[in-house]
């Protein structure tokens, strides 16, 4: 079983929906990223967090909103998104943000978006 | 510039095969760290090997062994024995130290195995 752990599994929203994507850890990880995932393609950087504050945005769409409300909890707001977001939405944590360089991600299972 | 290449898009074998998965990286920085990483049809990413750049020792776990050549810059990954359930696809990523603290993956594209029974 995977120590991350994302909700929901599968997602399908119009394209005028407001929805929100949810990660929780607890193995007191102080890092935790976002990343995008289409097809038979590697995962994609979208943000990361360290100590909770927001520390890279490769430059994503603002129709993505991330939020790190505690040190165990992810949350990435949709809003107004468009058919080419569809795709495995992954969470990541790793130990300690000073020396993550080195640190292997934990990944979650993902959410499965499709946007319609 | 950094960059991570698998050349092997899919990769078919049949059980009890080994086969090995390539992986050769770039980068300007002589700190760093090589990761391998699991992807089974259910998503989600699991760590398996984590190297840095002074160590060459090759290492083996289980059915899973790894060679870092620095002389070569690959990092290649061999299944002894296959199984069906290692078909998956493996991703082998970089991280640089000089970068900054934050751990940004370099990914390569990836590659499928499929193990058949």
């Known amino acids: 079983d995977t120590e991350v752990t994302q909700t929901p599994k599968h997602l399908v929203m119009g394209m005028t929906n407001k929805k929100s994507l949810k990660c929780e850890q607890h193995m007191g990880h102080r890092a935790m990223y976002w990343y995008k995932q289409k097809a038979k393609k590697p995962p994609e950087l979208m943000f990361v967090y360290s100590y909770e504050k927001l520390s890279i945005n490769e430059s994503v769409p603002s129709r993505f909103s991330p939020e790190c409300p505690n040190s165990s909890l992810l949350n990435l707001h949709l809003h107004a998104l468009q058919p080419e977001d569809s795709a495995l939405y992954l969470c990541a944590s790793s130990q300690d943000p000073s020396s993550s360089y080195n640190s292997p991600l934990h990944f979650g299972n993902g959410t499965r978006l499709t946007v319609t | 510039a950094q960059k991570v290449t698998q050349a092997q898009t899919e990769i078919s074998v049949v059980e009890k095969e080994d086969v090995t998965l390539d992986c050769v990286y770039e980068?300007?920085?002589?700190?760093?760290?090589l990761f391998w990483y699991k992807q089974p049809p259910s998503g989600e990413l699991v760590f398996l090997i984590r190297r840095n750049s002074f160590d060459e020792q090759n290492e083996i776990s289980g059915r899973y062994s790894w060679n870092f050549q620095k002389s070569t810059s690959s990092f290649n990954f061999t299944i002894t024995a296959s199984q069906v359930v290692d078909s998956a696809v493996y991703f082998c990523a970089l991280s640089e130290a000089e970068g900054g603290a934050t751990n940004k993956l370099i990914f390569g594209t990836g590659t499928l195995l499929a193990v058949q029974p």
């Open positions: 980068t300007r920085d002589t700190t760093y760290y």
